[in-house]
C-alpha cells in the first residue's frame, strides 16, 4: 500500500540488505568488497574420508577448482579433487570457480566461513558449521542436504552440529533452469500452453521423437530444441523460453519503472547469457499495468508484450540518448557461467545425471541451510507426469532463503508441493553490514500446496 497506515504487517524496507558490501551502491561485488570477504574467511572444506594411507587419493568427495579463464573440459561430475582442496584448507579461499561434490560416504566437511572468487557448483552431503560466499552465481546440481545421524536434523553420527549457509554474490540457480516446457507443432504456433501430453520435455528420456500433423519433433530431454535459446530462432515451431527467463521478465519489468521514475537509480537487468548481451527482456502484459491485458507470465519470445529493454524504452517515447543513459547506470547480471567457464550442456548433463539417481518412488530436490542470493534465487523442479521427472514435482528447502528477487516454481503431487521449514538456527549466519537502516521481523510459517508459484 501507499499509505503506510494501510500496511498491517509492519514496515518494509526501502532497500535490500546485500550480503557482500556493496559500497559504491553498483550492485556488483567488485574487488574491493570481495577482499573484505577474503579477509574474514578463515575456514576449511575438507573430507571426511578423503585420506587414503595409501595413495592420498579421496575416495568419493570431491574439491576442483578451476582457474579463471580456463574451461571444465569434461562433462560430468569431476571423480577426484585437484589443488584446490589444499587451497580451501590452508586458507579458506580459492581463487576461481569450484566444484564441490560430497558422497554418503564422503561428505564435504565445512569449518566456519569459506570464500571462493568466482561461481559455485555444489551437491552432496554437508557436514559441519560454516558458510560459503561464492563471488559469482551458485548452481546446486541436486540434493545438498545435512549428513545427520538417523532421524535426527542437524546433528551428525557423532553429536556435531550440522549448519550451513550458502551465500552469491551473483545469483543462486537451483535445479536446471535452461529446460523449456516443450515444443509444439506448427498448428500450435500460435497457441500459449500447447497441449502438454504431446509437447512437454521429458527430464529422463535423453531423446524422444513423435509425429504430430504430419511433422516430426524432436522432445527428449538432450534434442536440440529443449533449450532455451535465449532469442527467437529461425525454424524453432511455437518456440517458447524457461521459467528462469520467464521470472526475469518480470524482475527486469519492476527495476526498469523504477530507472524510468528516478534517474539515480541504478537498476538490475538479468539475462540469461552474457554471449547475449542485447537481449535484455521485460514483459509487459500483466492485467491493469498500463492499460495491457495479459496473463502473469509469458511463456514466449514471440508473445505480445515481450520486448527488449531498449525496444520497450523506444516505443514509450524514449530517445536514443535517454534509453544509452539507463543502460549505462543499470548493473548486469546474467546467469550462466562466467565466460562459460563450464558449458551450458555439461550443467544440464550433470542434472540429468542426478535425475537418473532418483527412484520411481521418487526422492523430491532437497536442500538444507540458508540461501543467500545478492541477487536472484531461480529454483524449479518438474512434475513426474508432465515430464516425467522423479522429483514428482515437489522440493523442500530447512533452513532460510533470502533474495532480493525470488523465482520458485514447485507443480507438486497428491497434495503436496513446496515444503519450506524455517530453521531458526540460520541467524547466526546473517551478519550483514550495512549503513543504512535495517530493520529485521522474523516470521515463521509453514507452507503446503499442490501446486506453487513464488514471485
Known amino acids: 500500500p501507499t499509505d503506510p497506515e494501510a500496511q498491517t504487517d509492519g514496515p518494509l524496507p526501502n532497500s535490500f540488505p546485500a550480503p557482500f558490501p556493496d559500497e559504491n551502491d553498483n550492485r556488483y561485488v567488485d574487488d574491493e568488497e570481495f577482499e573484505l570477504i577474503t579477509n574474514t574467511a578463515n575456514g576449511t572444506i575438507e573430507f571426511e574420508y578423503g585420506e587414503d594411507d595409501g595413495t592420498g587419493s579421496i575416495s568419493a568427495g570431491v574439491a576442483y577448482g578451476v582457474p579463471n579463464g580456463s574451461i571444465y573440459a569434461d562433462d560430468e561430475f569431476p571423480t577426484s579433487s585437484n589443488s584446490a582442496r589444499e587451497d580451501l584448507q590452508a586458507t579458506g579461499v580459492y581463487e576461481g570457480n569450484l566444484i564441490l561434490v560430497g558422497t554418503n560416504d564422503d561428505p564435504i ?3 566456519r566461513a569459506v570464500a571462493v572468487d568466482g561461481d559455485l557448483v555444489i551437491k552432496g552431503p554437508i557436514k559441519g558449521e560454516g558458510l560459503i560466499h561464492a563471488r559469482g552465481n551458485v548452481y546446486i546440481m541436486g540434493d545438498t542436504t545435512y549428513d545427520d545421524a538417523p532421524g535426527e536434523f542437524g546433528v551428525a553420527d557423532d553429536g556435531t552440529e550440522n549448519a550451513f549457509a550458502l551465500v552469491a554474490g551473483g545469483s ?3 535445479g536446471d533452469y535452461l529446460t523449456v516446457r ?27 521423437t513423435n509425429t504430430s500433423n504430419g511433422e516430426t519433433l524432436k522432445w527428449g530431454y538432450f534434442d536440440e530444441d529443449s533449450v532455451d535459446a535465449g532469442e527467437i530462432k529461425a525454424g524453432r515451431k511455437g518456440q517458447q523460453f524457461s521459467f528462469a527467463t520467464a521470472e526475469l521478465t518480470l524482475f527486469n519489468n519492476m527495476e526498469l519503472e523504477k530507472a524510468m521514475a528516478d534517474p539515480s537509480y541504478t537498476p538490475r537487468f538479468y539475462g540469461l547469457r552474457e554471449s547475449q548481451p542485447d537481449n535484455l527482456y521485460v514483459y509487459h502484459g500483466l492485467k491493469g499495468s498500463g492499460g495491457n491485458v495479459g496473463d502473469e507470465h509469458s511463456v514466449k ?8 529493454i531498449p525496444d520497450y524504452l523506444f516505443s514509450q517515447g524514449y530517445s536514443p540518448a535517454e534509453v544509452n543513459a539507463i543502460m549505462d547506470r543499470a548493473a548486469l547480471h546474467y546467469l550462466n557461467p562466467e565466460s562459460n567457464w563450464i558449458s551450458e550442456d555439461t ?25 543467500y542470493s545478492n541477487n536472484a534465487i531461480f529454483s524449479i ?26 523465482g520458485m516454481f514447485v507443480p507438486g503431487a497428491n497434495g503436496r508441493g513446496l515444503n ?36
Not at 347 to 371: A, I, N, V
Not at 426 to 442: C, W
Request: aromatic share 12%; net charge positive; glycine share 4%.
Open 172 to 174: 543462486i540457480m537451483m
Open 109 to 111: 566437511i565445512i569449518n
Open 301 to 308: 519470445y514471440t508473445e505480445p508484450g515481450v520486448k527488449t
Open 420 to 455: 519450506l521449514f524455517y530453521d531458526p538456527r540460520v541467524e547466526r549466519f546473517l551478519q550483514i553490514k550495512n549503513d543504512k537502516r535495517i530493520e529485521f521481523a522474523r516470521a515463521a510459517f509453514y507452507f503446503e500446496s499442490p501446486a506453487a508459484t513464488v514471485n
Open 347 to 371: 550443467l544440464r548433463k550433470m542434472w540429468h545425471e542426478d535425475e537418473m539417481t532418483r527412484p520411481s518412488s521418487y526422492r523430491e530436490f532437497m536442500f538444507d541451510g540458508l540461501l
Open 381 to 406: 523442479v518438474r512434475s513426474k507426469t508432465r515430464h516425467k521427472s522423479y522429483t514428482n514435482g515437489r522440493m523442500q528447502v530447512r533452513g532460510g532463503i533470502i533474495a532480493a528477487d525470488l
Open 182 to 208: 516443450g515444443v509444439n507443432d506448427s498448428s500450435q504456433d500460435n497457441k500459449k500452453y500447447p497441449k502438454w501430453s504431446k509437447y512437454s520435455i521429458h527430464a529422463r528420456d535423453e531423446h524422444r
